[in-house]
C-alpha cells in the first residue's frame, strides 16, 4: 500500500480507539522479501509478568536505509532495540539480520561483533580518557582489551581515528580529557566509538536529549552522513529533529507498528495523534 493510499483510507475510516488500534496487517513484511534486507522482524513478541511490551512486531530495514523511530512511552521502543542487540529474547516471532542470520540464536556480544552497535541515551565515554584514546580504546580488532598505555600507536590506526574525529566534529579536541566536553560532544564522541567499530547497523536511542537547539542540528546532518555507508535506527521524541533526518519513519504503540511513512504521512495519521503527538 503506498502512503497516500494508507492515508485516505484512514482519512475515510472511523479512527478506532488508541487502546483498541488494530494490528495492521498491511505493515507485516512479506517473508520472500527477507533476503534482501538489514533487519527483518516479524510476527515478534515479548511479554514481562503477563503484559505484552513488545505484541506481533514487524519491522523491516533495507540495505542502507536510516530509519527513525518514535512512539509513547512504553510503546516498546527500547525492548525491540533489546531484542535486535540479544539482550532481550523473544517470547516468539523471527528476527533476522543480513537476511539470513537469525538473532535470536545468539547472544549480545556475538552481536555486537558481527555488525550491531547500540548507543544508549546516557553517554558513556571514557572521561578521564582523552577523545582520541577513547576512540582508540573501541576501536574493532585485536587492540580490544589492551590497556591504551601498552598499545603502540600505528598509522591505519591513527587515519582512522582522524577520519572519525573530523567527522564527529571533535578534530579540534583530540587531546583533551573526555570529561571537558559539552554533553552533546559526549554524544558525538560516543557516536564516534560506535563507528571505531565498523557497524554495520547503528542503534541509536534519542541522541539528542539533553543538547542545546545548534547541537540538535548539528548531530541530525552527523547522523545524515553517517547513513551515507551505514545503516541506521535512531529512537527519538523530538519532531523537530525527526524531520531535520529526512527519513522514514515508524511509530510503534502498545509493541506494535502503528503507523509508518513518510514523517507529514505519519505526523497526520489520527491514531499517531491519538496516542502520541496530541498529548
Ligand atoms: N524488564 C522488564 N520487566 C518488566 N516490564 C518491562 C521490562 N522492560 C520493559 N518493560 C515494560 O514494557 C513496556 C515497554 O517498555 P519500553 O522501555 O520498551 O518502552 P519505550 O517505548 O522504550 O518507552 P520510553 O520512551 O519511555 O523509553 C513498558 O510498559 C515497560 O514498563
Not at 514487524?58 to 536505509?65: I, P
Not at 548507543?119 to 582523552?130: A, L, M, R, S, Y
Request: negative net charge; hydrophobic residues 40%.
Amino acid at each position: 500500500m503506498t502512503d497516500t493510499q494508507s492515508q485516505s483510507q484512514s482519512q475515510s475510516q472511523p479512527v478506532p480507539a488508541a487502546a483498541k488500534a488494530p494490528i495492521n496487517p498491511a505493515l507485516a513484511p512479506t517473508p520472500s522479501a527477507r533476503k534482501d534486507t538489514l533487519l527483518y522482524l516479524d510476527g515478534v513478541s515479548r511479554s514481562f509478568d503477563g503484559f505484552k511490551a513488545i505484541n506481533e512486531l514487524s519491522f523491516v530495514l533495507a540495505m542502507g536505509e536510516m530509519r527513525a523511530i518514535i512512539g509513547p512511552n512504553g510503546a516498546g521502543k527500547t525492548t525491540m532495540m533489546d531484542i535486535i542487540t540479544g539482550k532481550t529474547r523473544p517470547d516468539k516471532g523471527d528476527v533476522f539480520f543480513m537476511g539470513d542470520i537469525d538473532l535470536t540464536k545468539h547472544d549480545e556480544p556475538t552481536i555486537a561483533q558481527m555488525g550491531i552497535g547500540r548507543k544508549f541515551q546516557k553517554p558513556t565515554v571514557f572521561e578521564t580518557q582523552t577523545v582520541a584514546d577513547n576512540l582508540l580504546l573501541s576501536l574493532k580488532g585485536e587492540r580490544r582489551g589492551i590497556p591504551a598505555l601498552f598499545y603502540r600507536d600505528n598509522r591505519k590506526d591513527r587515519r582512522t581515528i582522524d577520519g572519525i574525529l573530523d567527522k564527529i566534529r571533535l578534530g579540534h579536541r583530540r587531546d583533551e580529557l573526555a570529561a571537558y566536553l559539552s554533553h552533546g560532544q559526549k554524544q558525538w564522541l560516543e557516536i564516534g566509538m560506535l563507528l571505531a567499530q565498523d557497524p554495520k547497523l547503528l542503534l541509536v536511542d534519542e541522541p539528542v536529549a539533553g543538547m542545546t537547539d545548534a547541537e540538535t542540528e548539528e548531530t541530525a546532518r552527523l547522523l545524515r552522513e553517517i547513513a551515507v555507508d551505514h545503516s541506521v535506527v535512531v529512537v527519538e521524541h523530538d519532531m523537530g529533529f525527526v524531520r531535520d533526518l529526512g527519513v522514514k519513519v515508524t511509530c510503534l504503540h502498545e509493541g506494535h507498528v502503528l503507523s509508518e511513512g513518510s514523517l507529514d504521512h505519519v505526523s497526520s495519521d489520527p491514531q499517531v495523534v491519538e496516542v502520541y503527538l496530541g498529548r
